[in-house]
């Protein structure tokens, strides 16, 4: 068992959509990912994802509306659900979801990170 300190393992990740994992538990994987731009529209089939600000701002674009969300604040995207997270300025997510997601979902393209680093 250890800790971890996530300000030491955000300072590791230097490029931006590219989740890596920071830990484990029951099949799940807690990721740490910075995002700045737009992403691209997409669902997950069967995994539902926990979005966690821990800095920054970010919204998220569903097909009916937009969700904004704070630092300290979280969004739970349901499985099936499409949606596009935006960044206006650099923001530091925490993700909490299945090891089996893929960050691009049903897409595949240049952001797809097959694997994700274990930091």
Do not use: Y
């Amino acid at each position: 068992m250890h800790k971890v300190n996530l300000a030491e393992k955000l300072r590791l990740i230097t490029d931006h959509w590219r989740p890596a994992v920071v830990g484990e538990l029951n099949g799940q994987h807690v990721k740490l990912v910075k995002l700045r731009g737009e992403f691209v529209w997409h669902h997950h089939d069967h995994e539902d994802e926990l979005f966690l600000v821990l800095s920054g701002r970010m919204r998220m674009c569903l097909r009916d509306g937009d969700i904004v969300v704070e630092p300290g604040e979280f969004i739970i995207i349901r499985r099936g659900a499409e949606h596009m997270p935006v960044a206006d300025e650099e923001v530091h997510v925490l993700l909490f979801e299945p090891a089996s997601t893929l960050n691009t979902g049903n897409v595949r393209n240049e952001r797809t990170v097959e694997r994700p680093e274990r930091l």
